[in-house]
């Protein structure tokens, strides 16, 4: 199992989920509340009542503070108990951890590890998500493998030949070689495949309106542990413009381990007044991450069932995926 | 997780459930299956056949015999095997246990221990169930959790005002303090809240009829392991009569580890006649205990997730279940 | 649990079952993908991508080769990598298991073990399945438990009158003792049971027209570790002609540990060209096959929630049964 990275910020949700409804998720397998002051304040607090551990989610949000459904232990926004069934006095110990959160590009990150430390981290961007001129669809998938088994997906796009022919996959990218750099001191890997003169799959070719072949680039920059982009552009071959730019965002946050959270997002800046190039591209692209979903989750069962210690046979493709885990590795570590 | 006391006395049953089929129940880990003779007397047997393990409850029942399903071992209602296949020597060793059994107060009571020590401890009673005069309705409902969870759940009734507000609870159940009282020599934990001038909620105000505030005594007497009464008293504030009595009864029954048989009551000695608040008491407790069961499923997948050594905060209305938790090691390193 | 034999032959499939879609079968814990070339020949190899270990069933079959779904490294019939993404030089470890097959009496037979040795050891034969003359009804079930419950099962037809009662067992198949004999050196376990007059069940009644009472003869042979027949011989008492001759194949392939593949067949000479005792016999066989399943089903449950150690008694008709355990504890062990 890929080790989980704490001291890190993840994206625990859109900010368009938290409202003042109570909210669960699950986070390098800490169990997390998340809601909305009256103010609109995001807030995320332990989802676990320090007086017999009842999910506060399973509880009600009355004003600014979280009433326990089970026995009435209510929590402020600082996770402080300020008050209990019975007496009047509330032992000190009586709080849940308060979680920082920023909310920025659209998303709500959260901070894993130690709270006093969380400035000293910058909170990755993606600000083509929430720019002007520019226009997203998006969405999450759970998937039952453990994270890393998306990180590879993402950071190796020879697959989209074999697993997404006909949607974003031509041969083209499957046989063009990558080139991988590694930005140890950043922490980012960058991989790139330039296609000259490529067939255009039907995601470009629908949204685009190019029906001959294109020249396209992929340029990934993984943020690790989280934050994936993949600065797509496009052209018809032979002229340099128009150059059509998609931007396509994954926020891979791990839930309990072998669960993993898939934010997906595909930005793009043009056609983007046209509502039906924007279903398109929603609906299309929900299918081709159901794909991965699909083909991860067996993945995952097929690993469970393999004895210890089972080889992988790596590539040049790998390169990227590889370098990925390494970092990985080294963050878990710190 | 609560460990299981032997040498005790355990509901297994309620008697009208104990017929001519033979049915499945498993105690403190215990298969066991269950039938009344031709002569109307409920036999209870080990639920594994001495052959291949085959369960008996798949069996047939033969006059007074259990005839085992997969190759005809059988058994009469002292366990011993009176016919094998293929041979007519049956081997000195063919017998499976057979459980001493009472029936009374309605329940049928198995003894989980040596049974030549049963009759060294009384079986405990709830008379109310059968008396003349009082009118029962009941249930059971399995419980997927720790039976000590459910044991934790009744003798701290503060969560009727989160868990079963609007049904059962009102603020004044968790802000009344209550008195606790144990009886280490008899196996008895007594929890007390008397409220003088409480809301009436649903459940009291549709059986009895009073529609103002009213005085309401809830008096638990735990006869630890298996039994729990609740003697609630209400009457109209400022006055002494009428005085309505209702005993409320558990028989807390551990299954499997991590599950229980969660045997209710509700009797009463008003309104015997009245058909209506007869089916009203039905139905509404049976959600009432849904409301505990989906709660109590809930809690113990979460405190599954929870890492080894997790800890509780306790407060004071936590003095009865506490008690119960000590009173239950004891018996069980008895 | 039955452990497991390897270096030995195991029917992994129908002959008719196998085509040109990719299908995926567990032996002995060895995850397979089996499929026909173009020419007609049965090929198997390991279901893992030497890559990532995805499954290869969920691949595309290219002509003869195997393109795996996920990023498409290619395999040809020996199991051998034939094309790889990105790249034309292919690693030379890049291979995948290519297993020994043998397709015979409408069986596909695999070998699970050192390949080089496949040729020491002769395939078990049941040519009445496809031999002229004969008419065959088969299936094959799955059943989760150890592979060892169903060859406990198969040994002991004394199971028949308790579990089978109605369908193919009589009071007399438990009561006739049986005779054992074991071939240690052809690695054959045979029991035999003649009932000199005995009822007719209604599988036979209903297939031979028979409707007083019968001679009956059940002759095991169990081939260990996976080839058990029964040689079934009815006549009418007190004539010896005509005699219907029944042969009941079953092929016992251990799947994952806890799981088995229950291939069973009926074959007989008589009534052949008969299309309605045909159809009557794969009906009334898959229901008693489906008898067998659901009490093994159960009894792996059973078991599994056994503590440690459990004891078995066992009596004469076990003798068969305890012999084909020595037998496969002594192939497991060599």
């Known amino acids: 199992?890929?080790?989980?990275?704490?001291?890190?910020?993840?994206?625990?949700?859109?900010?368009?989920?938290?409202?003042?409804?109570?909210?669960?998720?699950?986070?390098?397998?800490?169990?997390?509340?998340?809601?909305?002051?009256?103010?609109?304040?995001?807030?995320?607090?332990?989802?676990?009542?320090?007086?017999?551990?009842?999910?506060?989610?399973?509880?009600?949000?009355?004003?600014?503070?979280?009433?326990?459904?089970?026995?009435?232990?209510?929590?402020?926004?600082?996770?402080?108990?300020?008050?209990?069934?019975?007496?009047?006095?509330?032992?000190?110990?009586?709080?849940?951890?308060?979680?920082?959160?920023?909310?920025?590009?659209?998303?709500?990150?959260?901070?894993?590890?130690?709270?006093?430390?969380?400035?000293?981290?910058?909170?990755?961007?993606?600000?083509?998500?929430?720019?002007?001129?520019?226009?997203?669809?998006?969405?999450?998938?759970?998937?039952?493998?453990?994270?890393?088994?998306?990180?590879?997906?993402?950071?190796?796009?020879?697959h989209e030949t074999y697993l997404h022919g006909g949607y974003i996959g031509t041969p083209e990218v499957a046989e063009t070689p990558i080139t991988t750099e590694v930005d140890a001191e950043a922490g980012v890997v960058r991989v790139s495949r330039h296609m000259a003169d490529a067939e255009c799959p039907p995601f470009y070719s629908r949204s685009t309106g190019i029906d001959g072949r294109i020249r396209r680039h992929q340029d990934i920059e993984y943020f690790a542990p989280c934050l994936y982009l993949l600065h797509s552009r496009i052209s018809p071959v032979g002229q340099d413009a128009p150059l059509f730019r998609t931007e396509i965002t994954y926020a891979i946050t791990p839930g309990k381990p072998g669960e993993v959270y898939d934010f997906w997002a595909v930005s793009r800046d043009f056609a983007v007044e046209d509502a039906e190039v924007t279903e398109f591209l929603a609906k299309f692209n929900h299918t081709v991450v159901m794909q991965d979903v699909t083909a991860l989750n067996l993945l995952q069962r097929a690993l469970d069932a393999e004895p210890a210690g089972y080889q992988e046979l790596s590539i040049n493709i790998d390169a990227g995926g590889l370098a990925a885990r390494r970092m990985l590795a080294g963050l878990a570590a710190r």
């Open 1 to 158: 199992m890929t080790p989980f990275a704490r001291e890190q910020w993840y994206v625990i949700a859109y900010a368009h989920e938290v409202g003042r409804e109570l909210m669960a998720r699950t986070v390098l397998g800490e169990p997390i509340v998340l809601y909305r002051t009256e103010d609109g304040k995001a807030v995320a607090l332990a989802d676990r009542c320090v007086h017999r551990r009842y999910p506060l989610s399973e509880s009600a949000l009355v004003g600014d503070t979280v009433v326990c459904g089970y026995h009435g232990f209510t929590y402020d926004t600082k996770g402080t108990c300020v008050a209990v069934p019975g007496q009047s006095r509330i032992p000190r110990t009586a709080r849940v951890a308060a979680y920082p959160l920023v909310e920025i590009d659209g998303f709500v990150w959260i901070w894993i590890g130690d709270p006093a430390r969380a400035d000293e981290t910058a909170v990755p961007r993606a600000e083509h998500l929430t720019a002007p001129g520019w226009v997203t669809v998006k969405g999450m998938e759970p998937i039952a493998c453990d994270y890393g088994l998306l990180v590879d997906n993402l950071m190796d796009l020879s």
